[in-house]
């Protein structure tokens, strides 16, 4: 995915068609959150108008992130749609669009906006579904604490409103007086 400004003149009449695969497997390294990624698949266009070459590109493939709440493997697939332009003529790109860029020693080279859109897709939070306690590397309680539903943390509530402090006992009964 990286083409001379020559070789992308030479198809400004016709027009370019990308159908590739990108290994993006460096990224695990730029986030710690990644802990695997599948090979890309870039299909799409370049589209010129002017000086200008236009690349719609769809990335399509899967990483596998921690689940937010037990660490386990969530497989996350992704289809991402990306819209990057270039100019061909020398002239500096405007700084205010972040979508218009120039080439770098004469190449475009559209694998670092590959990797880029797919960084910045990464999700916050993934759960996990029908996760076995048992294979949760997330341990369900420790000191202190515990994992609990929703439904548990309803009557706990309900029983410490309805539980009356021994040290205010005998304010309680000062009211009734």
């Known amino acids: 995915m990286r083409w001379s400004i ?10 370019l068609e990308i159908e590739s695969t ?3 497997s460096e990224l695990i390294d730029r986030d710690r959150e990644l802990r695997n990624i599948s090979p890309v698949q870039v299909s799409g266009r370049g589209d010129f108008t002017g000086e200008t070459v236009t690349f719609h590109v769809r990335l399509k493939g899967s990483m596998v992130l921690p689940c937010a709440r037990s660490l386990a493997d969530v497989n996350y697939p992704f ?5 990057e332009s270039f100019r061909l ?3 500096q790109a405007d700084e205010e669009d972040v979508h218009l860029h120039e080439p770098e020693n004469g190449y475009v ?5 590959v990797k880029e859109n797919i960084l910045v897709e990464i999700p916050i939070q993934v759960f996990a579904e029908d996760i076995d306690e048992t294979e949760s590397p997330a341990p369900p309680n420790g000191k202190d604490w515990d994992i609990i539903t929703e439904d548990e943390a309803a009557e706990r509530k309900e029983k410490e409103e309805n539980d009356i402090d021994p040290r205010m006992a005998d304010l309680a009964k000062y009211f009734d007086k």
């Not at 020559?6 to 027009?15: R, S």
């Not at 080279?109 to 906006?113: I, V, W």
């Open 6 to 15: 020559q070789q992308l003149l030479a198809k400004k009449g016709e027009g």
């Open 22 to 24: 990108a290994d993006v």
């Open 79 to 83: 289809n991402i749609l990306m819209t």
């Open 89 to 91: 003529d020398g002239m």
């Open 109 to 113: 080279d559209l694998l670092p906006y």
